[in-house]
């Protein structure tokens, strides 16, 4: 199977494009949105602030849009989750608006950003968190999170200050919070599973 | 529950080929310990939640090593990978992200020029850019520093630059809060007066500065034992403990010392 890392500008994909190496799924680094049609799976990824990605990644729009809509698994990962919703308190910026709601900042009560190691709380049994369990640690940075509208959408929750969306699934779109290509083996784990949703 | 961070840290010399992880005593008394590649790689595997390299060597004459250095971990090592050591510019950051780092550690150039805090936090976000600060106790007190009490009686902490050959006349405390509101992610946090003596943290220091940041706090320097690193973890905000010594050596596995931890009730990653 062959990914694309969708290289838009923003951040340090050197990581991500190891650990999908590491699961064998032939990674491309990919800067023009046409090319995005050749490939089993997408992952979006996304570092920095919300309204910088979503002014690098507007020109891939309308081809994730279209990979979206003709069944390709896309995953998005940290600021990748962001985007998906229709906008953050972070930024002016719209997000791409695929999942109904906001991202808002983590409360005052906690360390704001999020760094390091934490649990899941899975609510929901889908095939991206194959073999994952809540006893398992996640690493996460982060300043915002994302607030669904629609509650199920959320395959795994995390605690920090207040129960929030870790990892999300609808369809052929998946979306995680936390960094699994830095998560240690579980992380890789959620890799093989999108590789193998990938495949299919 | 957010856990804990264990840290195993790396000093490399880079003047052989493959780069080498020495150890000093006190920032002197120079010991080899093993291949950078290598020793990052079983303490990925034995459960280390970070690798941190500091290029103690720093010459951009060996930047190619260190690139092949991270280039050869990273393709075995799946948790943040943090690079420090000759850090002078955002092309510099540039250079170790494309070889696969995720963070840098800045310490000389921040404090000669702390503007560059900024441009990293701006580039690459605040997680990406840690400021390393080596902390020298001082008795004291002293009009204009930052006192601390410890049990030797008042204390003040003059951050050093230079690998510890220098003293840059900058209270390390007071350092620490300026780097956050440059944009630091992270501060780690180095007793120049514990750093190998295997004594323990300084925990006072660790505690002062943790007070007076709402960033992560890495404690290192003194790590001796499991012990040592409940001791920092029970009486401090640190959100991380660095050792080198204890792993290098194997006298403690990552993995052991977490079980340790996990017995006496601090949450870390197992």
Known sequence: MTIAVVDYGVGNLFSIYNALERIEARPELITEPEELTRFEGVVVPGVGSFGRCMRRLSRFEAALREALEGGTPILGICVGMQVLFERSEESPEEGLGWIDGEVVRLPDSVLVPQMGWNTLSIKREVEILDGISDDDFFYFVHSYHCVPRDGRVVAATTDYGLEMAAAMAVDNLFAVQFHPEKSGEKGLSILKNFGRLARC | ?270
């Open chain 2, 1 to 270: 529950m957010l856990a804990r961070r264990i840290i195993p840290c790396l000093d490399c010399d880079l003047a052989v080929p493959q780069g080498r992880v020495v150890k000093g005593i006190e920032f002197k008394q120079i010991r080899y310990a093993g291949v950078p590649w290598e020793l990052a790689t079983r303490y990925y595997e034995e459960g280390a939640d970070e690798i941190v390299f500091l290029d103690i060597t720093a010459s951009s004459e060996r930047r190619e090593t260190m690139k092949n250095v991270i280039r050869a971990t990273a393709k075995n090592v799946f948790v943040p990978l943090a690079v420090g050591g000759g850090i002078r510019a955002v092309e510099d950051v540039r250079a170790v992200f494309q070889a696969g780092a995720d963070k840098v550690t800045v310490n000389t150039a921040a404090l000669k020029r702390p503007d560059l805090i900024s441009e990293i936090a701006e580039e690459y976000g605040s997680q990406a850019c840690v400021v390393a600060i080596d902390a020298k106790r001082r008795d004291g007190p002293k009009e204009g520093w930052i006192s601390v009490p410890t049990p030797e009686g008042e204390s003040w902490f003059e951050a050093s630059f230079y690998g510890g050959r220098e003293f840059s006349g900058v209270d390390a405390i007071a350092w620490a809060m300026k780097a956050e509101r440059l944009g630091a992610g992270e501060i780690l946090l180095t007793s120049m007066d514990r750093d190998g003596t295997y004594d323990g943290f300084d925990i006072p220091l660790t505690d002062a500065v943790s007070r007076r940041v709402r960033i992560p706090v890495i404690a290192s320097g003194g790590c001796g034992n499991p012990d040592h690193i409940f001791e920092v973890f029970s009486k401090t905000g640190a959100s991380a403990a660095l050792a080198a010594s204890i792993f290098h050596y194997e006298e403690w596995g990552v993995d052991e010392v977490k079980r340790y931890l996990t017995e006496r009730g601090i949450t870390v990653r197992i």
